[in-house]
Structure formats: C-alpha cells, structure tokens
C-alpha cells in the first residue's frame, strides 16, 4: 500500500537531492526534462520514463493525467498536487522549508 510517508520520502529525497527545477529557460517545467532525463520533477519522479513522457507530452499538472499515474498514487491526488506545487513555484533554496511545512501538516517525518 502506498502512503503519503512513502510518497514524501521518495519526492522529498529526489527534490532536496537535485536541488534544481525541471525547467526549461523559459520557466516551463516537464515531469522530465528534454535534454536531461536525469532531472525530473516532484511527480515525474515517481513514474517510469513512459509515464513521464506521455505526461510531458499533455503538458498539464497532475490532475490532468491521473489516467497516466499508477493507479497506487490515485488516492492522494491532492497531496501529489501539493509537491507538484512547491517543486514549480519554490526556488531550490526554498524546498528544504517548504517541504519541512508540508511534513508538519500532514505529520511526516522529513527523510533523512
């Protein structure tokens, strides 16, 4: 079963690790960068490289591919949204506290 603690800990891990958006120049993020499959966003990293293509290729958030996401993650589709958020509109700089705000809220332990 997966819970919001598993959830967290893989983007959490992922986002703090890389500590870079998955943006093109213009600001435009992808759940995989083009020139980069390495880098990947909160939710893209929670999916296989098929996954993110076809979600990169609807170019939406996260409510709008439910039917690309694992049928596992289906149930938190807010929470998903949540990370979706702070990894497009935080800097880099910001994730530490914002996901530190986000385990507070939901009684999360921060990965370590």
Known sequence: MTTEQSIFTTVATHLLKQNKQCSNDTGKCFYQHPDNPDLQCAVGVLLTPKQRLAADAENSTVDDIQHILPKRYLPHIKFLGTLQIIH????????PQALSAMAGLHNLEMPK
């Open 88 to 95: 497009d509109t935080s800097a880099p700089t910001q994730w």
